[in-house]
């Protein structure tokens, strides 16, 4: 596949979708919002991983976030959609530089036997990751299945999709110690992995937040790493230039398809070329895959590129990826307040 091919494939895949209808959701709640989308209290704008809100002990950040699971992968792979329900959750809070405190959980289902797989699977990965589930609702008289959670986090300071400056480095980190849930894009480097290699691996975000090595990122989600960077660089209000090349992926994955993927740990920073080096170093201590993929650029062009190629992906001034009308709405109303 060339790679004029390889970004039409991007273009049209169900995760770009997926997060391009994020825009409409946006859209119809910023205007109900106490005082409109600029005036929230909140530190980061919506469009990040978790909702982040001053805590009142006036130390930090609490994050709350909400995970809702497609029917299909409920239906199909209940025990690993209850674990996921809960992993991915955590890689919201640790993506924003948090540690996790809770869960909770809502689960449909039709009758206790549908439900206890996902019930078990939550149970794993609860115990895996160290963090607990504190309540939640149940409904085992529904005519499908549906799981969402929820997640409790603090941070002491953040790690934002709001951040990311031109100059940047982007870094990918991803633990390439797993295998694909065959014949599905997730990548799983969790459900067989030591709980106590977990638990430290989580600990890398906030680490890295704290330390002030880097302050804009997120966590690689179902649009896979392309479709996070756009929404990255969209909400920065920048664009880069991406090398394929470069990015680590294991052995034998063909590049579309691990461009598709969702890992279990995958987190996409945008980092001072100054602190690049020593990031890199600290996923390599805990032998998590790390390289500079890209260079964040003040243009909002977001450009690939494959060996002798280079072709545009997006220009996300000239076409939205998550944050539509809402943005543009709100930025408008502040500059007409500002003369």
């Known amino acids: 596949m060339n790679l004029h091919a390889l970004v039409d494939a991007l273009r049209g895949s169900p995760g770009f979708a997926h997060k391009r209808d994020i825009g ?96 078990e699977g939550m149970a794993a990965a609860s115990a895996r990751y160290g963090v607990p589930i504190v309540g939640g609702h149940s409904n085992q008289r529904a005519a499908h299945g549906q799981l969402a959670v929820a997640i409790l986090g603090r941070a002491k300071r953040l790690i934002t999709s709001f951040a990311a400056r031109p100059g940047d480095d982007l870094i990918l980190a991803v633990d390439l110690r ?15 992995a030591p709980a ?32 996070t960077a756009l929404m990255l660089l969209e909400c920065s209000k920048v664009g880069a230039s991406i090398d394929l090349d470069t ?13 598709l993927s969702f890992p279990s740990f995958g987190h996409l920073l945008s980092v001072r070329p100054a602190h690049a080096d020593r990031v890199i170093e600290r996923f390599g201590e805990r032998d998590i895959a790390a390289a500079r993929i890209g260079r964040v650029t003040a243009s909002p062009e977001v450009w690939l590129t494959l060996q002798d ?4 992906l997006w220009n996300v001034a000239e076409q939205a990826f998550i944050l539509a009308a809402t943005t ?12």
């Open 24 to 119: 409409d959701v946006m859209d119809a709640l910023g205007r109900a919002l106490p005082g409109g989308v600029q005036d929230m209290a909140q530190a980061v704008a919506i469009g990040d991983d978790c909702a982040a809100i001053a805590d009142p002990s006036g130390e930090g950040w609490l994050l709350f976030a909400i995970e809702g699971l497609v029917e299909q992968f409920v239906s199909r792979m209940p025990w690993f959609a209850g674990y996921c329900g809960v992993m991915v959750n955590v890689s919201d809070i640790c993506a924003m530089g948090g540690r996790p405190i809770a869960v909770v959980d809502a689960l449909w289902s039709d009758g206790a036997d549908a439900s206890s797989p996902v019930l």
């Open 178 to 192: 797993g295998a694909y849930e065959e014949p599905y894009p997730y990548w799983n480097a969790s459900t067989q």
């Open 309 to 312: 190629e280079r072709a545009l």
């Open 247 to 259: 990015v680590p992926r294991p052995d034998g994955v063909p590049l579309l398809r691990w461009l």
């Open 196 to 227: 106590d290699r977990l638990r430290g691996d989580i600990e890398l975000l906030p680490q890295l937040a704290e330390a002030g090595l880097c302050d804009a990122g997120k966590d690689v989600s179902m649009a896979g790493l392309i479709g």
């Open 328 to 339: 543009a709405h709100a930025e408008a109303e502040a500059e007409a307040a500002h003369g």
